[in-house]
């Protein structure tokens, strides 16, 4: 897995809410807009930074438990699997 790859949807879903809040400012200032779009449109990211939060960690927990069994294991003799 990439370094950056947890943070993608993040980036995608902030770049996406930025386009709709402003679509929605602009909306509101011509007619009524919902009120509680701005609010969502903000924090909407947030689900995805979470996300990538406990994906990199998992990532890291991963690759402690591969190191632990690499160094439990037997070095194998020459010639054999």
Same mark, same amino acid.
């Given at each position: 897995?990439? %370094?950056? +790859?947890?943070?993608?949807a993040?980036? =995608?879903?902030? =770049?996406?809410?930025?386009?709709?809040?402003? !679509?929605?400012?602009? /909306?509101? $200032? +011509? *007619?009524?807009?919902?009120? =509680?779009?701005p $609010?969502? @449109? +903000? =924090?909407? %990211?947030?689900?995805?930074? @979470?996300v990538?939060?406990?994906?990199? *960690?998992?990532? *890291? /927990?991963i690759?402690?438990?591969?190191?632990?069994?690499?160094?439990?294991?037997?070095? $194998? %003799?020459? !010639? +054999?699997?």
């Amino acid at each position: 897995m990439k %370094p950056n +790859s947890p943070w993608i949807a993040a980036i =995608f879903c902030a =770049f996406i809410c930025v386009f709709m809040m402003v !679509g929605q400012i602009m /909306e509101s $200032a +011509s *007619q009524n807009g919902h009120p =509680f779009a701005p $609010a969502f @449109y +903000s =924090f909407l %990211p947030m689900c995805f930074v @979470y996300v990538g939060i406990l994906m990199k *960690q998992m990532q *890291q /927990e991963i690759q402690d438990l591969r190191k632990q069994v690499a160094a439990k294991q037997p070095a $194998a %003799p020459d !010639g +054999s699997c």
